[in-house]
């Protein structure tokens, strides 16, 4: 039995006391107005007018349900003064949802903090709580606390150098090296991160800094080009592998060539690796997407030198 119970009930008795006086003598039990005031689980009601000799006559009169587990004081059975104060303790079934179990007892607190109080049980400032600490409890509540946590987390990104690619025309044109190595930086960024039962839920970035700059990447590509003999003639195009390759009926399959239109001087670089064209008059059938960087597909043949490289 808690101890405000006792200190209200004191309370009453001494209202009780004092309003009764020398000139209200008379027999209990004895029909007369009586002023009773009654705190049911907190609430204050009041009732001017009964008739009723004891506590529990005036409950039932007043239709006040006391149901199994509530607690009166003074006890239903205390014959009843002019001016008393009725206390009603109202037992609720509680259930509590926290860390991944339930727990259920009785309990005659009047709002889920006392009950959470209690029961001894750890609620921390952020975590969450249905009904709300201040709600008044129902006879029969369940009660679900959700552990928040929020902390602050450092995520360290990756930045991407650039690479820069330059010419070199001592190199050979086949030949790529790497001049100067690339290296990634790192963007540090801090956030703030709620979870709600060790599940996260929200995340708010505060900072977020570089702390190591990236650092490009210098690619050298050769384009020396050394030719051996050299042939003119028509150059035609054909769908095939959709690469730099070509057809020509005499060189060697993996051999390169040099091709220029003799009307524009464009030139591309392929390889052999089909026979054709066999035609009079043409020395080179070029895939596609070949013959289209020195001409237009609409051409058909154009004119052309094919040297043989040698590098």
Known sequence: ????????GLIGIGISLFFFSAEDERVFGTESEKSIAVLDDGSTLFFPETTSATVGEFLKEMKIEIQEGDR???????????????????????????????????????????????????????????????????????????????????VEKKIAFDTIEKEDDKLSWRKKIITK???????????RVSYHDGKEVARKLLTSEVTKE???????????????????????WYAHTGTMAAANPWLPFGSYVKVT???????????????????????????????????????GVINVKMEEIVN
């Open 1 to 8: 039995m808690r101890k405000p119970f006792f200190f209200f």
């Open 261 to 299: 239109n003799t009307e524009n001087g464009k030139s591309v670089i392929v390889k052999i690796n089909d026979r054709g064209p066999f035609v009079p008059g043409r020395i080179i059938d070029l895939d596609k997407v070949a013959f289209q960087q020195i001409a237009s597909i609409g051409a």
């Open 214 to 236: 990236p650092i490009t990447e210098i690619v050298s590509q050769g384009t020396f080009v050394q030719t051996g003999k050299s042939h003119r003639g028509g150059a035609s």
């Open 181 to 191: 190595k690339g290296e990634n930086g790192i963007r540090s960024q801090r956030f």
């Open 72 to 154: 009166t004081f003074p006890a239903p059975e205390a014959s009843l003064f002019p001016g008393m104060s009725v206390f009603i303790e109202r037992e609720k079934k509680i259930s509590v949802q926290i860390d991944g179990s339930a727990t259920e007892w009785s309990t005659y607190a009047r709002t889920t903090e006392d009950a959470l109080s209690e029961a001894g049980l750890d609620i921390r400032e952020d975590d969450l709580v249905s009904p709300e600490r201040s709600s008044l409890l129902g006879r029969k509540e369940t009660i679900v606390v959700t552990r928040v946590e929020i902390k602050e987390e450092i």
